[in-house]
């Protein structure tokens, strides 16, 4: 049985390379190492076009001159006065957050007509701007820590009651009709099946509310206007004439920190409790 | 070409290794998923590769097609005047969910180079064959499965290939769906006159649909076995009730049987 | 009206339900029920009127300053920097995300300046903002921006990499260049994403813009708010912020229009 090789087309196999093992290193590695290319890369960049005047000092100031600053601003005790005060807005007004947003978005999730009648509510609440709700806050609450803390839990409350509804509601129709099968009696059905669904969808509102409160801090300072690192960040800005900017990075920096140091806790925390889940919503990855 | 047992396909030696990426070690595990495999395919003859999971067969089919390339061995495919030599038939997930019917079928076509107008000009007599007429406009989401593996089906005939690559097309189908849809396409091999070369794993597909059945072992991926079916053509689905039909079925099984039973109990790996 | 709704019963109040849906008959339950107590408990004078000012009296204003004019250089500017921002977040953004989802190498370099980037609550960023674009228009838009700028890239991106592999493997089967995959697989698959991420996005530009004017502006929506707010003028101040939720939800149905132009293809949206 002859082959007319001319009218054939051959399919070879592949060719074998060899590979350097710094090659393999790099790419196992790859991941870390470009991000924090891409990272240095900013810094380097920022440096560089500060020093040749592409970057307007003044306004942007330049990562040496905002280590220098921050390393100023750290041994400054009135910095810590700031620190303290802002961290204490921030936990007061997270944690009564969660407190009140928990329980609520339980209740309210479960009762189908609760639910119906709050939707809307809630949605709206969701979407206000802080920033609007400020000037009314202040006619209640004045201008002190009280204010800023209740800024930051109007921040988080809604944001996580949001997130609970959604995950009460969310819980798979199977299985709720697996236990109502089985005849479990509705307590049972809370504590085995909702609160363990809901979980994961409480950790995702968690990461979504850190944005919000950590913008409420800020929001609530910018108006009060006396105390916290937001404060500073606003003055440091008036004074850009004087190096202001200088600090006002190091401020925003700060900020920027403490996001993703959260975000990253925040983070573990929802991925332990997804580990069964097998796709991702997508509002939780934004 | 006037050369008798013209050739569609030839393959010497093909050999697939899948190298195991393990974490430190410089070499990992190797998983031989064919070995040494010889294999060759007249034009216009409809050819089934048989064997439980981790075979190969659906390795081999893949390397026809361009789609990985194997580790050692060659494969020669019968040029045509003009396009591509094989095309593929998918399994799942075969259709764009964002084409209508006609965009889909006359993708092939479009991916050859050919503009879309004409592209979906040359793909409607095809939507005939396969019998999806009326529902050209229509997207994949309104089809039944049966559907949307017709229009997979068009969609290679409509390239005008030589060899038509099967990847266990009628595996996602419930079963009465299933043999419909292998009478439906013995009726379009007799009309369009392909050579075919069917993946699948059911014995009784394998021998109803063939002339000849090439059965494949696993660990490593080879071919233990190559049964020629003398059932006259055309034939129709009571064909699969004869006392002969019983009999190839039978010899296949015995030769399969204790492969299937180890790949049962392990792991889908290979 | 024959027996096309199968009533449980006759009550006109269960009519009404089971024609309206129960969802929107709580919800408008909900809707009343929080409108009437307000109104009642300010009238009774259960707390100072001055707080939370009555619907009856934001239906005034409203008419007062959507008749005399005063609203409208309001909405107006607003709009202006809520299009400018949000156009540019797309310009910007879908391309870099579909850049991020394509090419792996852009998806690491970049991704610790994104993961920085959302880590910084945008009001941060406000005064250095103000520093570089004054107090106007620019400086808005580039708050609105940044506010949407990072869901559109992480939804693009995300679609990007959810493209099924199967469908990518058909354009390479049949000899489609990476050129043509990119045109007729990844965007169409992409864009129910990146329609997503416009909703994400346009959310938090509006919220961005007028948080934006609030703190730092004098014209525009959320100026509106503030000034009223802080001459105790809580009526307009109300309006203010209906007037806002009025143009998100105008917004999400333009965006929802988009949709059902693009995925008549998906059968979630029938």
Known sequence: MTVDTAAFRVIHPRARRRRHPLMRWYRRNERAVLSGLGVVLFFVLWQIGADMGAIDKLFFSSPTAVAVAGWEEVQNPRFWEDVKISGWELLVGSVVAIVVAIPLGLVIGWYRRLNYAADPWLNFANALPRAALVPIVVLTAGLGVEMKIVVVFLGGVFTMMVATVEGVRTVERQLLDVARSFRASQRRIFTSLIIPG????????????????LAGVIIAEFYAQNQGVGVMIYKASNQFLQGGSDRMMFGILLFTLLGIVLYEAVGYAERYFQRWRPSLDLEETT | MTMPQHLALSARGVRMEFRNRTGNESSGQTLVALEDVDLDVPDGAFVSLLGPSGCGKSTFLKIVNGLIRQTAGEIQLHRVAKGREDAMVFQDAALFPWYSVTDNVAYGLVCAGVPRKEARKRAQPYIELVGLTGFEDRYPYQLSGGMQQRANLARALAVDAAILLMDEPFAALDAQTRELMQAELLRIWNAARKTVLFVTHQIDEAVFLSDRVVVMARRPGRIIADITIELPRPRALEVKRTQRFVEYEDQIWRLIAGDVRNAATENADG | MASRFALPSLTPVARVRGVMGERLFYGLIGLVAVVVVWEATARMGLYKQSLMSLPSSILRVAIEDTTNGSIWPHI??????????????????????????????????????LAGLNATPNVALIPLIILMFGLGLEAKAVIVFLSAFFAIVVTTFTGVQATARRHLEITRSFGGSPWLAFRSVVLPSTLPFIISGLRIGAGRALVGVVSAEILSANVGLGHYIALKAQFLDTARAMFGIILFGLFGLFIGEGIRAVERRFEAWRPELH
């Open chain 1, 198 to 213: 809901t979980l994961p969808f409480i950790v995702s509102g968690m990461r979504i509310a850190i944005g919000r409160v």
């Open chain 3, 76 to 113: 107006w500017v607003s709009a202006q920097e809520f299009a400018l921002g949000f156009a540019a977040a797309l310009v910007v953004g879908i391309p870099l995300g579909l850049a991020i989802g394509i090419f792996r190498r852009v998806d690491y370099t970049v991704n610790g300046l």
